[in-house]
């Protein structure tokens, strides 16, 4: 079973920084992407970030662009996600995806920017 713990979160003022982390346990076969999304209170879930298997590709959202940066290390099982330049607008719940024939879930990091 494929489990995704997240961590990293927490309370920043605006223009901090924070880095999350996503370790993965459990067996996956083959290759797969990892991202990240996020869910601010009343909103839908959105994109933020994805890396390919292999680190070479990525993807940002237009809104976090230049701010926020992925990254992933095979050997640890790890997804990161370095945030800087935070504004209150970043402020959400933050979760870490697994893509490959399904999506798998993280339970989500609290991420609350103050300004």
């Known amino acids: 079973q494929v489990q995704l713990v997240e961590s990293g979160g927490g309370l920043v003022q605006a223009g901090g920084s924070l880095r999350l982390s996503c370790a993965r346990s459990g067996r996956i076969f083959g290759s797969y992407t990892m991202g990240w999304f996020r869910q601010a209170p009343g909103k839908e879930r959105e994109f933020v970030t994805a890396i390919s298997w292999g680190g070479g590709t990525t993807s940002y959202a237009d809104s976090v662009k230049g701010r926020f940066t992925i990254s992933r290390d095979n050997a640890k099982n790890t997804v990161y996600l370095q945030m800087n330049s935070l504004k209150p607008e970043d402020t959400a719940v933050y979760y870490c995806?697994?893509?490959?024939?399904?999506?798998?879930w993280g339970q989500g990091t609290q991420v609350t920017v103050s300004s």
């Open positions: 995806n697994l893509r490959t024939r399904s999506d798998y």
